[in-house]
T-cell receptor, first 111, second 112 residues
Framework: KQEVTQIPAALSVPEGENLVLNCSFT??????LQWFRQDPGKGLTSLLL?????REQTSGRLNASLDKSSGRSTLYIAASQPGDSATYLC??????????FGTGTSLTVIP | SQTIHQWPATLVQPVGSPLSLECTVE??????LYWYRQAAGRGLQLLFY??????ISSEVPQNLSASRPQDRQFILSSKKLLLSDSGFYLC???????????FGQGTRLTVV
């Protein structure tokens, strides 16, 4: 069974800092990996999707990397802003339409 | 463009009452549809997924059921709610295995 771990569970940084969120998974046989953000009491907003054949994807201040062989992905956030405060979730997709989610990293950006 | 609608946004129901949560997707056909539950302080738990009309797969045995009466409609139901059914229910969809998945805004269910 696929297990997804996100470290750290919580992170607090001052505004303007660059930061890295980590996601690791136990089974490298994945179709893709997707990063989401979740604001309190809200649904999940898709941030980036990385296919298993890709190494990274970029969107604005966000950059996600994927090392499938080692079972790791990172989400890099440049020049963090208070509006980036949210919980960040990674999810891997395997055969059988199943998403496996990590438990998330709660990010607080202090003005 | 595709959008996903989920309702109601919040719901308070007594123990033993029935439940019906609805999710619809617009702007696409034959989506893969999912129901997830997120309990307080815990990760997302897959409840059901569907790859087509009338095709439902259950991941967790419990007193919930799902139905897909139309291509873009996915319904989560219960005949008698338990206190443990409280949580945040999320509907999601994607078109094909290698495409981006999108989530609805969720339904906060409180069973009292």
């Amino acid at each position: 069974k696929q297990e997804v771990t996100q470290i750290p569970a919580a992170l607090s940084v001052p505004e303007g800092e660059n930061l890295v969120l980590n996601c690791s998974f136990t089974d490298s046989a994945i179709y893709n990996l997707q990063w989401f953000r979740q604001d309190p009491g809200k649904g999940l907003t898709s941030l980036l999707l990385i296919q298993s054949s890709q190494r990274e994807q970029t969107s604005g201040r966000l950059n996600a990397s994927l090392d499938k062989s080692s079972g790791r992905s990172t989400l890099y956030i440049a020049a963090s802003q208070p509006g980036d405060s949210a919980t960040y979730l990674c999810a891997v997709r395997r055969v059988g339409n199943q998403f496996y989610f990590g438990t998330g990293t709660s990010l607080t950006v202090i003005p | 463009s595709q959008t996903i609608h989920q309702w109601p946004a919040t719901l308070v129901q007594p123990v033993g009452s029935p439940l019906s949560l609805e999710c619809t997707v617009e702007g696409t056909s034959n989506p893969n549809l999912y129901w997830y539950r997120q309990a307080a302080g815990r990760g997302l738990q897959l409840l059901f997924y569907s790859v087509g009309i009338g095709q439902i797969s259950s991941e967790v045995p419990q007193n919930l059921s799902a139905s897909r009466p139309q291509d873009r409609q996915f319904i989560l139901s219960s005949k008698k709610l338990l206190l443990s059914d409280s949580g945040f229910y999320l509907c999601a969809w994607h078109f094909q295995m290698n495409t981006e998945a999108f989530f609805g805004q969720g339904t906060r269910l409180t069973v009292v």
